[in-house]
C-alpha cells in the first residue's frame, strides 16, 4: 500500500527531525541522555509499527496517515520551538527543559485511543 509507504516515510522522517532537534539544544551529548532520545522518538515507532501491523484496508491506512501527520507537526514543532529558545535566550539554558519528556507523553496518550480502535476493529 501506497498510504503505509507514506506514513512510515513521514515517521522516519518525524523522528529524525526530532532527535536533530533535541540534540541540537543539549550543550553536549551523554550517555544518560539515550532513554529521554529513545523517549521521543517512541511515538514515532509505534506509529510505524501500527503502520505495517494493521494493513486493514484503504480508509484506515489514511486516518492512522492523517493522525501520523498531526501528531508530528505537533511534534517536531514543539521541539523546534524548544530547540530555537534554547539558542536564543539565554535564560532559557538554565532551566529544565520538559519537551523531551512531556511532548512523547502527550504523543503516546494521544495514541492511545489509536491503537485501541485498531486492537477492537482487529477483533472483528
Known sequence: MRVT????????????LTLVLALSSVPRWRGSD?????????PYLA???????????????WTLFAFTMALSLAGVGCFAVDSWTFHTVAEYRMAQR???IVVPMLQLAALVP????????AGR
Open 5 to 16: 509507504r507514506l506514513t512510515m516515510l513521514l515517521c522516519g522522517g518525524s523522528a529524525l
Open 34 to 42: 539515550v532513554p529521554f532520545l529513545l523517549l521521543a522518538l517512541t
Open 47 to 61: 506509529l510505524a509499527a501500527l503502520a505495517t501491523a494493521r494493513r486493514q484496508g484503504r480508509r484506515w491506512a
Open 98 to 100: 520538559f519537551t523531551v
Open 114 to 121: 489509536l491503537v485501541m480502535a485498531a486492537l477492537v476493529r
